[in-house]
């Protein structure tokens, strides 16, 4: 995925109200940006960070540009969470992600389960359907460990209990991670920060959700889908398995 503009770097000033951070460009110019992410961004949003922001499409838009990266450790770090689903998509034309692969149809936002919309439903004939819950990743806390989710999400956990309800019903039910970093080379939960969450993920992979992360090439002019990242968790041994 090519941004379709060059970013502008900046120095974060404050995020607040989730969805908005005061910038200072690097001519001096301050300015209010878009925030796509509504989780805690642990360790990505401290004053004095450097980020890259993407100017806006229209320019009658309220804000001129979205916060896209953050630079923490060292590298780049992707913050929309807006962005995976898309990723996902480029990844399959390119067939990048074979455990997805052999699909013909590609629906997105397909309502099912109570009242929820899957993120993305594969669909081939005389053969189940593959429901695809995808989650973006950022949070690192110990070197190349990535870590889900950053913040309590009762979201998160529904989804996870509807993919165990669609396996029931004989479809496949797929959960992926998609980490927006260039330095993880492993995946766990934060069950720390979401215990609910994790016992959703526990009930998941004993029910047949298949479990996928990938990472991501993440620099100023792209991000793209990279490589399959193993997951470090107690059922992650019985999920490779399957």
Same mark, same amino acid.
């Given at each position: 995925?090519?941004?379709?503009?060059?970013?502008? =770097?900046?120095?974060?000033?404050?995020?607040?109200?989730?969805?908005?951070?005061?910038?200072? @460009?690097? #001519?001096?110019?301050? !300015?209010?940006?878009?925030?796509?992410?509504?989780?805690?961004?642990? *360790? @990505?949003?401290?004053?004095?960070?450097?980020? *890259?922001?993407?100017?806006?499409?229209?320019?009658?838009?309220? !804000?001129?540009?979205?916060?896209?990266?953050?630079?923490?450790?060292?590298?780049?770090?992707?913050?929309?969470?807006?962005?995976?689903?898309? =990723? %996902?998509?480029?990844? =399959?034309?390119?067939?990048? $992600?074979?455990?997805?692969?052999?699909?013909?149809?590609?629906?997105?936002?397909?309502?099912?389960?109570?009242?929820?919309? $899957?993120?993305?439903?594969?669909?081939?004939?005389?053969?189940?359907?593959?429901?695809?819950?995808?989650?973006?990743?950022?949070?690192?806390?110990?070197? *190349?460990?990535?870590?889900?989710?950053? +913040?309590?999400?009762?979201? *998160?956990?529904?989804? !996870?209990?509807? !993919?165990?309800?669609? %396996?029931?019903?004989?479809?496949?039910?797929?959960?992926?991670?998609?980490?927006?970093?260039?330095?993880?080379? &492993?995946?766990?939960?934060? +069950?720390?920060?979401?215990?609910?969450?994790?016992?959703?993920?526990?009930?998941?992979?004993?029910?047949?959700?298949? $479990? @996928?992360?990938?990472?991501? &090439? %993440? +620099?100023?002019?792209?991000?793209? $889908? #990279?490589?399959?990242?193993?997951?470090?968790?107690?059922?992650?041994?019985?999920?490779?398995?399957?």
């Amino acid at each position: 995925m090519d941004f379709h503009a060059p970013l502008e =770097l900046a120095r974060l000033e404050r995020r607040y109200k989730r969805f908005l951070a005061d910038v200072t @460009l690097a #001519d001096g110019r301050a !300015l209010t940006a878009h925030c796509a992410n509504p989780g805690a961004m642990i *360790g @990505l949003a401290e004053p004095g960070m450097q980020v *890259g922001l993407l100017p806006a499409k229209n320019p009658k838009s309220k !804000l001129s540009h979205s916060w896209e990266l953050c630079h923490a450790d060292g590298d780049w770090v992707g913050i929309n969470t807006g962005r995976p689903n898309r =990723l %996902v998509e480029e990844a =399959l034309q390119a067939d990048i $992600i074979p455990e997805l692969s052999g699909y013909s149809l590609h629906r997105r936002e397909v309502k099912y389960g109570e009242n929820s919309r $899957i993120d993305l439903l594969l669909e081939e004939p005389e053969q189940p359907a593959c429901y695809v819950e995808i989650k973006n990743v950022h949070l690192m806390r110990k070197p *190349g460990l990535a870590e889900f989710p950053d +913040s309590v999400t009762a979201r *998160g956990a529904r989804h !996870l209990d509807e !993919l165990t309800a669609m %396996v029931g019903l004989g479809h496949r039910a797929v959960m992926l991670f998609v980490v927006q970093r260039n330095d993880c080379k &492993s995946l766990t939960l934060a +069950s720390d920060l979401d215990p609910n969450y994790a016992r959703a993920f526990d009930r998941a992979c004993t029910a047949g959700v298949e $479990i @996928l992360c990938y990472t991501c &090439s %993440v +620099s100023t002019t792209d991000i793209t $889908i #990279d490589r399959r990242l193993p997951l470090e968790w107690q059922n992650a041994e019985k999920d490779e398995k399957r």
